[in-house]
């Protein structure tokens, strides 16, 4: 069976309001300018050599997990400055289980950092959830992208699964 098309994610019509998240490997600085501009919110993983300058410190949670919150801009010259102009916040977090920090970078600033820790820490429930589905449903690839597209093909797999036993 062919594979399906890729789809731009700029190209999705996000619900208002969305956030999206994912790993640092799809860093896309016009992708994360698009969705500033269009109010999408977004949470994910900032590069090592991401080159910025601290606007403004925040106030971080006394006893949890975030080790720093901070507004950001990317410096001239570098590629995410003009890809990205927009000021984007910075919010570094204690991986207590891995024992490693993690920054985490996004345009959010209205929840508090240990709801932006969270919100990245439940991506990986979501990945854990979809690789299970895979395996155990045997779904190689999904065909389709919206919501009634992976409904039916879930419950297809269901089906042919509950057959099978």
């Known amino acids: 069976m062919p594979r399906p098309p890729l789809v731009k994610a700029s190209s999705i019509p996000w619900l208002d309001p969305t956030i ?17 501009e269009n109010g999408i919110f ?14 403004e410190e925040r106030v971080s949670p006394k006893n949890r997990n975030i080790l720093s919150d901070q507004l950001i801009r990317f410096n001239d010259g570098y590629t995410a400055q003009r890809n990205c102009p927009h000021i984007l916040r910075r919010v570094m977090v204690w991986d207590k289980e891995n024992e490693r920090e993690i920054v985490l970078l996004t345009k959010h600033l209205k929840f508090g950092a240990t709801t932006i820790s969270a919100i990245y820490k439940d991506r ?12 155990n449903l045997k779904i190689k690839t999904f065909v389709g992208t919206s919501e009634n ?15 099978q036993t």
């Open 149 to 163: 597209a992976l409904y039916i093909q879930i419950w297809t797999a269901l089906i042919l699964a509950n057959k």
């Open 124 to 135: 990986w429930q979501i990945k854990l959830f979809f690789k299970a589905l895979k395996q």
């Open 20 to 36: 999206v998240t994912m790993g640092r490997g799809y860093n896309d600085y016009k992708l994360f300018a698009y969705w500033t």
């Open 42 to 55: 977004f949470v994910t993983r900032m590069k090592d050599n991401a080159d910025y300058t601290v606007m």
